[in-house]
């Protein structure tokens, strides 16, 4: 074998065609990606400030991948071999995590929506049982006590002081009923 002959064989023929990548399709088949990449690329092509440059960027690359051809062909056992375990570990984190991998952005939304719902739902009975309902009890027994109070007051006032008059101050606002009132400012006054 010469050297002529040697240096034919490791060229590439033009008939030959660059190797076929299938990790790049399998991921931008993912939904959730997909659905982004339509999303960026529909912004960037609908956009009057980034339409013309994204199309001639698109178009650059283009250009750069038809002239880098030999050289992809000369690397193709490297880049098959690279694509292989690129997919082998993209089937290994699908088999550990296959919810990514089939569940669409409407999905995700309704599930956030409703995990959201739970912790808030949770939340308001953990705050009526520990907070709302104690208070409440206890204003209920400081508006007796105060009541009580009030009218103790008002009878010693009357025994010490015979020719003053007598004044009953009974108020007849609740504690729990101002704490509505002020619960009630401030989920609408909240965003």
Not at 20 to 38: D, G
Not at 48 to 77: D, F, M
Not at 80 to 89: E, H, T
Request: proline content about 6%; overall charge positive; some cysteine.
């Amino acid at each position: 074998m010469t050297s002529t002959e040697t240096s034919t064989s490791t060229t590439p023929d033009a008939s030959q065609q660059p190797p076929t990548l299938t990790i790049f399709s399998r991921v931008a088949n993912i939904p959730l990606v997909n659905e982004s990449l339509t999303t960026i690329h529909t912004v960037l092509v609908n956009n009057h400030y980034t339409s013309v440059p994204y199309v001639t960027v698109q178009n650059l690359g283009k250009s750069v991948y038809h002239i880098s051809e030999p050289i992809q062909v000369r690397l193709a056992p490297v880049l098959i071999r690279a694509d292989g375990l690129a997919n082998k570990s993209l089937d290994a984190v699908q088999s550990y995590y296959p919810t990514p991998f089939t569940i669409t952005s409407e999905e995700l939304r309704k599930e956030v929506r409703e995990r959201r719902e739970h912790a808030y739902n949770t939340a308001n009975k953990a705050l009526d049982d520990r907070v709302r309902t104690p208070a409440y009890s206890a204003a209920q027994a400081i508006d007796q006590v105060r009541s009580q109070f009030q009218l103790a007051r008002c009878a010693f006032q009357q025994l010490t002081s015979r020719f003053a008059p007598i004044h009953v101050e009974i108020h007849t606002d609740r504690q729990y009923r101002r704490g509505c009132r002020q619960e009630v400012a401030y989920k609408e006054w909240r965003p």
